[in-house]
């Protein structure tokens, strides 16, 4: 069981690295590949598309990889989904053009959203014990905490080091040395879960011809149709803060007082310093639910002690820090990335509770990537968009005020919709 935990975070860890590098690697990608200048409008354009066309696309292959994973079981689909986003990662890092990015970056997030779905299905059925498999769930899934600093640091050292490294396209570009460096972690990946068990549950009831077989129309049926909107929903509005507003963090650093004027290694340091803070917070967060999760009984409750705090926090980040202060930008990106991802593990926690064992990676592929990568990754669109027409005293400011209006919108949808949060029954997983 150590085993199969160590190898499930570092699954975790190397989903968020794929997702993470995105946010380092856009301004010199889109500078690199198609000559565009920060803050215009075909610079808007073509990174609101980067964030949400890839994830849009993980979001629909990720729902067949939901039903993939229930009809033929958790661990084969894991094995083939880190093959894809392995290849793809390393695919981007040699892309020539940003149509050609734009397509690698589609298939890297298809094997991400397959991934995770699988993942949580999987350690969920291994741990029948309810208090450790919220703990297990809990505290691997703030490996992904680790998978961001691995990002950062990768993207700190390419740039610090890209003119000792090899050639790339014919090049030293940090960027493609910092996506180039998510194939490390999928090689370990690829060579040991196909050895490990498969889901103990999905297997006998498959061995005793007892398992249904899996349907996308089920999870809309009287019993579940209000759970499925209201996860979906909330699913969303957690993705749409991560791919909206704290993703977009990185492109308001070069903006501040302090930063402006620097040289671009300079800067791209700067870049990644608060890129590490958010990293640190992402993994407090995490450890702060795996804490939390075990103390305070009610799914609701819990869930409003992270999001009542957000409008307030966030306002703060991209009203105020992001355009005034580096120091207090880092502050302020530590606690709001803390928010967001415990948020995020409680949602993974709660959808394995709420759907039987042949709907478990339907259900939880519905809300994680339709609701999250689909409708939530939108946010990225409304954000860069707004930005276009957002008063502020530059492109960087403009950003950060589009972010904050976006967050405090979303973040008091969530409050509503909490209310109709369906508490699970019992403590054991649903047959």
């Known amino acids: 069981q150590w085993v199969v935990c160590g190898v499930a975070a570092l699954g975790f860890a190397f989903d968020l690295h794929e997702i993470v590098v995105l946010p380092l690697v856009l301004r010199p990608a889109l500078a690199a590949l198609g000559n565009l200048k920060s803050g215009t409008p075909e610079f808007n354009r073509?990174?609101?598309?980067?964030?949400?066309?890839?994830?849009?696309?993980?979001?629909?292959?990720?729902?067949?990889?939901?039903?993939?994973?229930?009809?033929?079981?958790?661990?084969?689909?894991?094995?083939?989904?880190?093959?894809?986003?392995?290849?793809s990662a390393c695919a981007a890092s040699y892309a020539s053009t940003l149509p050609q990015f734009l397509v690698l970056r589609c298939t890297t997030l298809i094997g991400v959203c397959v991934e995770y779905v699988a993942a949580v299905a999987w350690l969920a059925e291994l741990f029948?014990?309810?208090?450790?498999?919220?703990?297990?769930?809990?505290?691997?899934?703030?490996?992904?905490?680790?998978?961001?600093?691995?990002?950062?640091?990768?993207?700190?050292?390419?740039?610090?080091?890209?003119?000792?490294?090899?050639?790339?396209?014919?090049?030293?570009?940090?960027?493609?040395?910092?996506?180039?460096?998510?194939?490390?972690?999928?090689?370990p990946l690829m060579l040991i879960r196909p050895f490990l068990p498969e889901s103990p549950l999905w297997q006998h009831r498959k061995s005793q011809g007892a398992l249904k077989r899996p349907s996308i129309k089920e999870i809309f049926r009287p019993r579940l149709r209000k759970t499925t909107v209201v996860t979906a929903f909330s699913v969303a509005c957690g993705f749409a803060i991560a791919y909206g507003v704290i993703?977009?963090?990185?492109?308001?650093?070069?903006?501040?007082?302090?930063?402006?004027?620097?040289?671009?290694?300079?800067?791209?340091?700067?870049?990644?310093?608060?890129?590490?803070?958010?990293e640190l917070g992402t993994l407090a967060g995490r450890l702060l639910f795996a804490v939390l999760v075990l103390r305070i009984?009610?799914?609701?409750?819990?869930?409003?002690?992270f999001l009542v705090p957000g409008p307030f926090v966030f306002s703060f980040?991209?009203?105020?820090?992001?355009?005034?202060?580096?120091?207090?930008?880092?502050y302020g990106i530590f606690v709001a990335a803390l928010l967001m991802n415990a948020l995020v593990s409680l949602w993974w926690n709660y959808l394995p509770r709420v759907y039987p064992?042949?709907?478990?990676?339907?259900?939880?592929?519905?809300?994680?990537?339709?609701?999250?990568?689909?409708?939530?990754?939108?946010?990225?669109?409304?954000?860069?968009?707004?930005?276009n027409v957002m008063p502020g005293v530059n492109a960087d400011s403009r950003l950060a005020y589009s972010a904050a209006v976006v967050a405090v919108f979303v973040y008091l949808m969530a409050l509503v919709a909490s209310r109709w949060v369906h508490e699970p029954q019992g403590d054991q997983l649903p047959d």
């Open 317 to 330: 980040v991209y009203f105020f820090a992001a355009t005034h202060s580096l120091a207090l930008l880092r």
């Open 297 to 305: 009984a009610t799914q609701r409750r819990l869930l409003r002690v």
């Open 247 to 278: 993703q977009q963090t990185p492109r308001m650093v070069p903006g501040l007082p302090e930063v402006r004027g620097l040289p671009t290694r300079q800067v791209e340091q700067a870049v990644s310093g608060v890129q590490l803070v958010q």
């Open 357 to 387: 064992t042949h709907l478990r990676g339907t259900g939880e592929s519905f809300a994680a990537n339709i609701g999250g990568r689909v409708v939530g990754t939108s946010a990225a669109i409304s954000t860069t968009q707004l930005a």
């Open 128 to 187: 029948a014990n309810p208090k450790q498999r919220d703990s297990v769930l809990a505290y691997t899934q703030s490996a992904v905490g680790l998978g961001g600093l691995m990002a950062t640091a990768a993207y700190y050292l390419a740039v610090t080091y890209a003119e000792h490294m090899p050639v790339i396209a014919g090049g030293h570009e940090a960027w493609r040395y910092t996506l180039l460096s998510g194939l490390i972690p999928a090689i």
């Open 46 to 87: 073509w990174a609101g598309s980067l964030f949400f066309v890839p994830a849009a696309a993980g979001g629909v292959f990720g729902l067949l990889g939901g039903y993939l994973t229930d009809r033929f079981g958790r661990r084969r689909v894991l094995v083939w989904s880190i093959a894809l986003y392995g290849c």
